[in-house]
């Protein structure tokens, strides 16, 4: 039997009576799944007697595991019987005697309630988007860019330039001069085809160990193809004017989905700011952890520990303000996630087969597997955690469509 003493908000107070029957039994089955451990002389592993497995384990030992066995038993139990989400729990009270049941009082963490603000009335600041002819004429210069070819000239050296090198142990390398070092750079400028230079080499401490004689093979530039009726035909357009009108076409296509973008940022931010809700410690804490994942996972790319990471900050003073970041933003993270769940609820939209299954493709394109491997590797409750995104993506679209 089960019962909320307490409620405050989140947090519930809950007691819990097991009885008698059951405690026997959970207590029975303990000694059981003990004696298929424990070696008791005179006997094959499993066969003595119950009674003489008792009298071999430490009794305040056997009454605490005892305990928990049977809260692992009851509570999902429990709170499936009150109706309740819990997020943690812990028991703060319990009540064990021989030959009666066991009681014990835990306090909940529950899911939040949420309530939206009046999202109706939101005004977002966001701009529409605009191309210029600016952003056109850099557009096709990065095109010219993408498409410039290297050539060798005759002359020294440039800050943009490519060498090609040969060491005195006879390696033959490419250097880029916009690049490289500093003090590699600083030694090649102003050097053309055939020039021989001492290139330093440099300790972590920036301290000069020895020069490597280097010799300079080659010296190239990069050439840029005009921007003509011959480079618009080379990128399949029709002409200058059509491979313009192209690359404004598909500015203004980006420009509108960072539009699009922006105004579901701004969206979900403001909705999220004015969400009323009082937001469970342990949801707060494992956001925080899995910021903390990621972020180690992008250090151990970079060759960098968390710990490492951590301590640098500690030295320098800013381990502090790192923390306080990292609960806000964990913060604005778990409301974010709230106010969509919420207006999903709230609006309901429904995702139909075909919206699933193009929305299934483009999450197995993005992993790089097929389909059938990604409901494999998702499982059932991963497949279901994915229709519900789809979902609340919907309720934000939705929601944008009615502001205007």
């Known amino acids: 039997m089960a019962e909320i003493l307490e409620r405050s908000g989140y947090l519930v ?19 059981k799944d003990l004696a298929s451990r424990v070696r008791v002389p005179g006997f094959r592993p499993g066969k003595a007697p119950l009674k003489v497995v008792e ?33 943690a729990a812990r028991v703060v009270e319990q009540d064990l005697k021989e030959g009666e049941g066991f009681r014990y009082v835990a306090e909940v963490e529950n899911y939040p309630e949420v309530r939206l603000p009046d999202w109706r009335g939101f005004a977002l600041e966001v701009s529409p988007p605009e191309v210029t002819e600016e952003m056109v004429e850099k557009a096709l210069e990065e095109l010219r860019q993408r498409y410039a070819e ?6 020294e050296a440039q800050e943009k330039d490519h060498l090609f090198v040969r060491t005195e142990e006879g390696a033959e390398f490419p250097i880029d001069l ?14 053309k085809a055939g020039d021989v230079v001492m290139v330093p080499v440099l300790n972590d401490k920036g301290e000069k160990v020895r020069e490597v004689r280097t010799e300079i093979l080659e010296v190239k530039t990069l050439k840029l193809p005009e921007l003509d009726e011959e480079f618009a035909k080379t990128l399949e357009a029709e002409s200058l004017e059509d491979l313009k009108n192209r690359v404004r076409e598909s500015l203004k296509r980006q420009a509108e989905r960072a539009y699009e973008e922006a105004r579901e940022r701004a969206f979900l931010e403001k909705l999220a ?12 804490r494992a956001e925080e952890r899995h910021l903390l994942e990621h972020l180690a996972e992008d250090l151990y790319r970079q060759g960098i520990s968390l710990e490492a990471y951590l301590e ?30 919420k207006l999903a609820e709230e609006l309901n939209p429904e995702v139909s087969e075909e919206e699933w299954q193009a929305y299934l493709q483009a999450a197995a394109r993005a992993y790089g597997v097929s389909v059938q491997d990604l409901r494999r590797q998702f499982g059932e409750e991963g497949l279901a955690r994915l229709k519900e995104r789809l979902r609340q993506d919907k309720a934000v679209q939705e929601a944008l469509k009615a502001l205007g």
């Open 150 to 155: 290297l050539v060798p000239v005759e002359r």
């Open 55 to 87: 009298a071999r384990l430490d009794r305040k030992a056997l009454l605490q595991d005892l305990k928990e066995r049977l809260v692992e038993e009851t509570y999902p139990e429990a709170v499936r019987e009150l109706g309740l989400s819990p997020v």
């Open 13 to 31: 107070k809950v007691r819990v009576e097991v009885p008698a029957d059951r405690v026997k039994a959970s207590y029975e089955a303990l000694l």
């Open 312 to 341: 640098a900050l500690k030295a320098k003073g800013e381990l502090e303000k790192f923390q306080e970041d990292l609960r806000k933003e964990a913060e604005k993270r778990v409301r974010i996630a709230l106010a969509r769940e």
């Open 273 to 284: 700011e004015g969400l009323e809700v009082e937001i469970p410690p342990s949801m707060l």
């Open 178 to 191: 916009s690049r490289a070092l500093p003090h590699v750079r600083e030694a090649l400028l102003g050097k």
